[in-house]
């Protein structure tokens, strides 16, 4: 007599299967996170804060507020200025004075009152770098009108603007965050960064107004009054409603111009104003802004 052979299977509980899914889950889990905070701890850190000696001021004048006195003091942080202004406090930083990015930014004297300790200080703020800790590190702090995005766009604004000087420090690497005026060997007071930080607005150029035009001999004499500073850019254009108007000439402190008078029946002449701002050692190569002012019309 034949018999079936019956093969059973000896699997563990269906309990035991999901506990060990459950144990290896978590593990992996673990190590996603083992590894993300390795990557964290190899960030560098640093605190952004001043203090007393350190304050930053802000100066009000008549080409940033037109009714303001003339003034400079720490800035208040009870809320914005009195003309509406909310400055935006800002750390760069980088492994080089010439390559600093924008690590982080806070609001000095929001509506409600700002979170610092004293009118002129920031609230102390935890700063995870973008570049690792451990080596030294080049830095500078920027104070703008938070209205634009960027400190370089409220210069060019004319709008309220400030820089410390770079500094050097060694930002943490694991759970330790030294302060920027003092942790980390700054050399934040050898470069003078423990003094004011002063706010301000940068006064616009000067509006060129044409003088009589001279024409003799076939030639037009056309001057202007202006800054000798400045670089001026003649242009021309033979249709007010055209955008192609082209340069004739320009140069810094160039008040006066002698042209041929062209075949058309019209011309119309303006002036660009040039104004060369201050050099900032931030995103790239040191480069200059430049503000530009248009008359307009001929």
Same mark, same amino acid.
Request: charged share 10%; hydrophobic share 35%.
């Given at each position: 007599? !034949?018999?079936? #052979?019956? #093969?059973?299977?000896?699997?563990?509980? @269906?309990?035991?299967?999901?506990?060990?899914?459950?144990?290896?889950?978590? @593990?992996?889990?673990?190590?996603?996170?083992?590894? @993300?905070?390795?990557?964290?701890? @190899?960030? =560098? !850190?640093?605190? #952004?804060?001043?203090?007393?000696?350190?304050?930053?001021?802000?100066?009000?004048?008549? /080409?940033?507020?037109?009714?303001?006195?003339?003034?400079?003091?720490?800035?208040?942080?009870?809320?914005?200025?009195?003309?509406?202004?909310?400055?935006?406090?800002?750390? /760069?930083?980088?492994?080089?004075?010439? +390559?600093?990015?924008?690590?982080?930014?806070?609001?000095?004297?929001?509506?409600?009152? =700002?979170?610092?300790?004293?009118?002129?200080?920031?609230?102390?703020?935890?700063?995870?770098?973008?570049?690792? =800790?451990?080596?030294?590190?080049?830095?500078?702090?920027?104070?703008?009108?938070?209205? /634009?995005?960027?400190?370089?766009?409220?210069?060019?604004?004319? =709008?309220?603007?400030?820089?410390?000087?770079?500094?050097?420090?060694?930002?943490?690497? +694991?759970?330790?965050?030294?302060?920027?005026?003092?942790?980390?060997?700054?050399?934040?007071?050898?470069?003078?960064?423990?003094?004011?930080?002063?706010?301000?607005?940068?006064?616009?150029?000067?509006?060129?107004?044409?003088?009589?035009?001279?024409?003799?001999?076939?030639?037009?004499?056309?001057?202007?009054?202006?800054?000798?500073?400045?670089?001026?850019?003649?242009?021309?254009?033979?249709?007010?409603?055209?955008?192609?108007?082209?340069?004739?000439?320009?140069?810094?402190?160039?008040?006066?111009?002698?042209?041929?008078?062209?075949?058309?029946?019209?011309?119309?002449?303006?002036?660009?104003?040039?104004?060369?701002?201050?050099?900032? #050692?931030?995103?790239?190569?040191?480069?200059?802004?430049?503000?530009?002012?248009?008359?307009?019309?001929?």
């Amino acid at each position: 007599m !034949k018999y079936p #052979l019956h #093969l059973t299977a000896l699997l563990p509980p @269906a309990g035991s299967l999901r506990k060990k899914a459950d144990t290896m889950t978590s @593990a992996l889990l673990t190590i996603v996170l083992a590894a @993300a905070s390795l990557a964290a701890f @190899a960030q =560098g !850190k640093v605190t #952004l804060c001043n203090d007393t000696s350190s304050l930053y001021i802000v100066c009000s004048t008549s /080409y940033v507020c037109g009714d303001c006195p003339v003034t400079c003091e720490p800035v208040p942080i009870s809320g914005p200025l009195h003309d509406g202004t909310v400055l935006e406090v800002g750390l /760069y930083g980088g492994t080089s004075s010439v +390559s600093m990015t924008l690590q982080t930014t806070v609001l000095l004297n929001p509506l409600g009152g =700002g979170r610092g300790a004293c009118n002129g200080e920031p609230p102390s703020t935890h700063v995870i770098c973008t570049f690792p =800790g451990g080596s030294p590190a080049y830095f500078q702090v920027a104070v703008w009108d938070s209205f /634009y995005a960027t400190p370089q766009d409220a210069e060019m604004a004319y =709008g309220y603007v400030g820089w410390n000087h770079i500094f050097q420090m060694t930002p943490g690497f +694991s759970i330790s965050y030294p302060t920027i005026n003092g942790g980390g060997g700054s050399t934040w007071a050898a470069v003078g960064d423990e003094s004011p930080l002063y706010v301000t607005g940068y006064p616009p150029p000067m509006r060129p107004i044409f003088g009589p035009v001279v024409v003799t001999n076939g030639l037009i004499v056309l001057s202007w009054n202006g800054d000798p500073s400045l670089n001026y850019e003649l242009q021309v254009n033979t249709n007010l409603a055209q955008t192609n108007w082209w340069t004739l000439t320009s140069g810094v402190g160039l008040l006066s111009e002698t042209t041929h008078i062209s075949g058309d029946s019209q011309c119309f002449y303006r002036l660009v104003v040039h104004n060369p701002a201050p050099f900032f #050692l931030v995103s790239g190569s040191p480069r200059p802004f430049y503000r530009v002012a248009d008359p307009g019309g001929p």
